[in-house]
């Protein structure tokens, strides 16, 4: 299975781990899954830190670069995930995650959250 990771899983797997729900760390470590990141969680990690978050300091770069290593599949935003979000209901406020949504929904993955709002979407998004 292809699973996209929203922003902050990403950033707790990325860290010791320890953060993680266990279901979320249960399909993270089996290794028949495919785990994918999008290029606008990056994004969002840039800007956030950028902006003194706490829950956002890492370097985006050194992310990346991690994520690769480790086999992650880089999603690219495209423009016909851009139009999807137009047709999402506004149940969550935040358009990075409304484009977590759309990117999952478009390319038929399954979108792993901790967040419950996020999980209210309809399609490939799994509460873990």
Request: aromatic share 6%; proline share 5%; hydrophobic share 45%.
């Amino acid at each position: 299975m292809r699973i996209l990771l929203d922003t902050h899983l990403l950033l707790w797997a990325a860290d010791d781990g320890t953060r993680l729900p266990a279901k979320a760390r249960a399909l993270i470590s089996d290794s028949r899954n495919q785990l994918v990141y999008s290029a606008a969680s990056l994004w969002e990690i840039a800007i956030k830190s950028g902006l003194g978050r706490d829950d956002f300091q890492v370097d985006p770069r050194i992310l990346r670069r991690r994520l690769v290593e480790n086999d992650y599949e880089e999603l690219a935003v495209t423009g016909e995930h851009a139009v999807m979000v137009d047709g999402l209901p506004s149940i969550h406020k935040d358009p990075f995650d409304r484009l977590l949504v759309a990117q999952a929904m478009v390319e038929g993955i399954t979108l792993l959250t901790s967040d419950e709002i996020m999980a209210q979407y309809p399609g490939p998004v799994r509460f873990v």
